[in-house]
């Protein structure tokens, strides 16, 4: 059994859970590892990634990372690289929505990564901040981009530069999460809201995500053509005309994925 994750599943719902709030190497390694397998799984409708205990993720595991500067600083951070980058790319690229339940303390590429997922439940109080300029490092895990596609380049430019920590109630209002609720009650408000997900038009989902991955750098002509190509796709699936029968007859849908 793993000690730095775990992978349950239930209802169409694959649930990872980070048992440690450091991302070690070990940690990153196995994290990949799950996320892809996730990925290649079918019956996979939705996925939620949680922490444990008073974190989420709080990015690099510092004591491991300080043995690296000292044995040689020149390759330390080659793991942005080889460990992260990989991991954000597996966690943007999943096809399905992600929930991401945010338990506890979240900074660093601990953040990149929750903003990798789509839909974001907090714990009341919960601690945020990007963390890297306070150890006299830029940003990575992507950390950057998504700032500035969810704040606006004033706020990301002040959240960069004056990693000052912020609430999760202070993320709700300028959007970053999406629920705020007790600590107590992350796990089962983010599982419900996955649950929900993991019920609904899966291929629609998938054409969402298609969609707002590149809104915000193609044209108006490249955004219509990508929508057009989807619809008609779509137009074909089970789920749309169950909904619009569904519709007609004045009862709730009954989505199966297909």
């Not at 793991?79 to 660093?108: K, M, S, T």
């Amino acid at each position: 059994m793993s000690e730095t994750v775990t992978r349950t599943d239930a209802d169409g719902v694959a649930t990872i859970t980070l048992l440690r709030g450091g991302l070690s190497s070990a940690m990153r390694r196995e994290l990949l590892a799950v996320v892809r397998d996730v990925a290649a799984d079918e019956s996979v409708r939705a996925v939620l990634l949680t922490g444990t205990g008073r974190a989420f993720c709080v990015g690099q595991d510092l004591a491991e990372h300080v043995e690296s500067l000292r044995g040689n600083a020149a390759t330390s951070l080659s793991v942005v690289e080889d460990e992260y980058n990989p991991l954000v790319l597996a966690l943007a690229g999943l096809r399905v929505p992600v929930v991401v339940g945010i338990n506890g303390a979240c900074a660093g590429a601990g953040l990149g990564m929750a903003l990798a997922g789509d839909l974001r439940v907090a714990a009341a109080g919960a601690k945020f901040t990007t963390a890297f300029t306070g150890i006299g490092l830029s940003s990575d895990s992507a950390l950057a981009a998504r700032l500035m596609h969810s704040v606006g380049a004033s706020r990301a430019t002040q959240l960069l530069l004056l990693p000052e920590p912020f609430v999760a109630e202070t993320a709700e209002q300028w959007g970053l999460v999406h629920r705020v609720v007790p600590a107590e009650d992350v796990l089962s408000e983010a599982t419900a809201l996955a649950q929900r997900l993991a019920s609904g038009p899966t291929a629609a989902y998938r054409a969402v995500k298609t969609v707002l991955a590149s809104a915000a750098t193609d044209s108006l002509e490249d955004t219509l053509a990508l929508e057009a190509r989807l619809q008609t796709r779509l137009g074909q699936t089970a789920d749309h005309l169950e909904a619009v029968e569904a519709f007609l007859a004045k009862r709730a849908p009954e989505f199966t994925g297909r």
